[in-house]
């Protein structure tokens, strides 16, 4: 197909030049997008009396009829076109003649592709934050199960406190409910038209931006045409979402991996989402979880890469942009099979909960409420720390714990201690008793669970 720009031109692009130029290798997955603002700038050049309605609407009948042949397979999209536009354009003018070749007036395809990319990522938006809900959903639901559920809280990864499962997976709930609003709060940003900026200094016809806009889904037509066609903020805003989004995943998948350890032995995966090992039979490895911890690392290098093609480029477009398109399209592939394969994942996995509450009783985790106990008795708490440190020392140096450790030996620490303190260190209350709004507490933990299901009811109704 003969290139839309070798009026200029005397030699034909060399081969190996055309080929590290096309771009349609990558960007003809924005076909619906680019035929819908075909359409849309058809109608408008018709409604100014640019074309005719005739034309106007030959065009539109024949871009309708592209886009259902290219949807259910009969007509295949031509590798050997620079780009998909030209694809488009040059099939129109096949199929309708002449009416086909003024599509193109009063627009650039530096418009056209920055319309087409908005219109693509704002469908993949939509599908995202609907993955991003399922696994809120999932999560949440794994909560709901076990609010009475106890195991060690860390840091350091060192056992700190008693928890309740369904605190530390409310943690993670919280987290993909600010990368919806991260993602929401991006589109709302992008969501603007360019379309009409042309290449760069708009145009002489007598266009309707703010038709094409409405027209489109946009809140309105972007302010400044050399804007509209060489920045894309928004595919980095976007791209640092997502790769939050994949970090806050491969965190979890951190946890799920130590957790089905024999180390650890929390939870089991379920035998559809681990594989085995080609030479050592007793393996059950944890490889969905692997493959999206190692998969946020090429969203974090798409992201960077961009940054890095950006930063230099004057005012407007530059042929580097094109580089945008395989990054962003491969972090929404990326984010949206990882999402795809989580939220079952861990729908579907065992919790042990006798193993989580067998760590718990183990290392010191009530010294916290063991300092309280002497400060609600009157110690001063610096001193009510230091002494639980003793008394920890105490316990480790005779293979014992703050539950088994007798009477007698706590009061040779200090007269305070009454009996009521076993009922203080106890794992269960030492996670309901802490009451504070967000926190353990079984009725804090309630609240919680409460809150993430009106947020859902709320986007539902």
Same mark, same amino acid.
């Not at 009026?7 to 997008?33: H, T, V, W």
């Not at 007036?105 to 934050?129: F, G, H, K, M, P």
């Given at each position: 197909?003969?290139?839309?720009?070798?009026?200029?031109?005397? &030699?034909?692009?060399?081969?190996?030049?055309?080929?590290?130029?096309?771009?349609?290798?990558?960007?003809?997955?924005?076909?619906?997008?680019?035929?819908?603002?075909?359409?849309?700038?058809?109608?408008?050049?018709?409604?100014?009396?640019?074309?005719?309605?005739?034309?106007?609407?030959?065009?539109?009948?024949?871009?309708?009829?592209?886009?259902?042949?290219?949807?259910?397979?009969?007509?295949?999209?031509?590798?050997?076109?620079?780009?998909?536009?030209?694809?488009?354009?040059?099939?129109?003018?096949?199929?309708?003649?002449?009416?086909?070749?003024?599509?193109?007036?009063?627009?650039?395809?530096?418009?056209?592709?920055? #319309?087409?990319?908005?219109?693509?990522?704002?469908?993949?938006?939509?599908?995202?934050?609907?993955?991003?809900?399922?696994?809120?959903?999932a999560v949440a639901g794994? *909560?709901?199960?076990?609010?009475?559920?106890?195991?060690?809280?860390?840091?350091?990864?060192?056992?700190?406190?008693?928890?309740?499962?369904?605190?530390?997976? #409310?943690?993670? $709930?919280?987290?993909?409910?600010?990368?919806?609003?991260?993602?929401?709060?991006?589109?709302? &940003?992008?969501?603007?038209?360019?379309?009409?900026? $042309?290449?760069?200094?708009?145009?002489?016809?007598?266009?309707?931006?703010?038709?094409?806009?409405?027209?489109?889904?946009?809140?309105?037509?972007?302010?400044?045409?050399?804007?509209?066609?060489?920045? &894309?903020?928004?595919?980095?805003?976007?791209?640092?979402?997502?790769?939050?989004?994949?970090?806050?995943?491969?965190?979890?998948?951190?946890?799920?991996?130590?957790?089905?350890?024999?180390?650890?032995?929390?939870?089991?995966?379920?035998?559809?989402?681990?594989?085995?090992?080609?030479?050592?039979?007793?393996?059950?490895?944890?490889?969905?979880?692997?493959?999206?911890?190692?998969?946020?690392?090429?969203?974090?290098?798409?992201?960077?890469?961009?940054?890095?093609?950006?930063?230099?480029?004057?005012?407007?477009?530059?042929?580097?942009?094109?580089?945008?398109?395989?990054?962003?399209?491969?972090?929404?592939?990326?984010?949206?099979?990882?999402?795809?394969?989580?939220?079952?994942m861990v729908e579907t996995?065992?919790?042990?909960?006798?193993?989580?509450?067998?760590? *718990?009783?183990?290392?010191?985790?009530?010294?916290?409420?063991? *300092?309280?106990? #002497?400060?609600?008795?009157?110690?001063?708490? &610096?001193?009510?720390?230091?002494?639980?440190?003793?008394?920890?020392?105490?316990?480790?140096?005779?293979?014992?714990?703050?539950?088994?450790?007798?009477?007698?030996?706590?009061?040779?620490?200090?007269?305070?201690?009454?009996?009521?303190?076993?009922?203080?260190?106890?794992?269960?209350? $030492?996670?309901?008793?802490?009451?504070?709004k967000g926190g353990t507490?079984?009725?804090?933990?309630?609240?919680?669970?409460?809150?993430?299901?009106?947020?859902?009811?709320?986007?539902?109704?």
């Amino acid at each position: 197909m003969e290139k839309l720009w070798t009026g200029r031109f005397k &030699r034909p692009l060399n081969e190996i030049a055309d080929e590290f130029n096309a771009s349609i290798g990558f960007d003809s997955r924005m076909f619906r997008q680019d035929i819908s603002g075909s359409v849309v700038h058809a109608q408008m050049l018709a409604n100014q009396g640019i074309i005719s309605k005739e034309e106007g609407e030959k065009i539109v009948g024949g871009l309708t009829e592209i886009l259902s042949e290219i949807e259910d397979g009969r007509l295949e999209i031509d590798g050997k076109c620079e780009d998909i536009h030209m694809f488009v354009e040059g099939e129109l003018t096949r199929r309708i003649g002449e009416a086909g070749k003024k599509l193109h007036t009063a627009r650039s395809r530096n418009d056209q592709v920055a #319309l087409d990319l908005r219109l693509y990522l704002r469908d993949e938006c939509d599908e995202i934050l609907d993955l991003l809900r399922e696994v809120v959903k999932a999560v949440a639901g794994v *909560a709901e199960q076990h609010v009475d559920t106890i195991l060690p809280g860390y840091t350091h990864l060192q056992r700190a406190q008693p928890i309740s499962f369904a605190q530390h997976l #409310l943690a993670y $709930c919280a987290m993909f409910m600010r990368d919806e609003e991260r993602i929401s709060d991006a589109v709302r &940003r992008m969501n603007v038209s360019p379309i009409g900026s $042309c290449a760069l200094a708009g145009t002489t016809y007598a266009t309707d931006r703010d038709f094409e806009a409405a027209k489109l889904g946009f809140r309105e037509p972007c302010m400044n045409s050399i804007d509209g066609v060489s920045d &894309r903020d928004f595919c980095l805003e976007l791209m640092s979402a997502f790769a939050i989004a994949m970090m806050h995943l491969s965190r979890f998948c951190e946890e799920l991996i130590l957790w089905s350890s024999w180390e650890f032995g929390f939870v089991e995966l379920d035998d559809s989402f681990t594989t085995g090992s080609s030479i050592m039979p007793q393996k059950k490895n944890a490889d969905m979880a692997e493959l999206i911890r190692g998969k946020t690392g090429r969203v974090y290098g798409h992201l960077m890469a961009l940054f890095t093609t950006l930063k230099g480029l004057p005012l407007a477009y530059n042929k580097d942009m094109q580089e945008d398109k395989e990054g962003i399209f491969d972090s929404i592939d990326t984010l949206k099979m990882s999402l795809r394969v989580f939220a079952p994942m861990v729908e579907t996995m065992k919790v042990k909960k006798e193993k989580m509450l067998a760590a *718990a009783k183990e290392g010191f985790i009530n010294a916290t409420d063991l *300092a309280d106990y #002497l400060t609600k008795k009157g110690m001063p708490f &610096r001193a009510a720390y230091k002494l639980t440190g003793q008394i920890v020392a105490f316990c480790i140096d005779r293979r014992t714990d703050l539950e088994s450790m007798s009477m007698a030996d706590y009061k040779s620490f200090s007269e305070l201690f009454e009996e009521d303190l076993y009922q203080e260190i106890s794992l269960e209350n $030492c996670v309901n008793k802490r009451i504070s709004k967000g926190g353990t507490g079984r009725q804090s933990v309630l609240r919680q669970l409460e809150t993430v299901k009106q947020c859902y009811s709320n986007a539902n109704s």
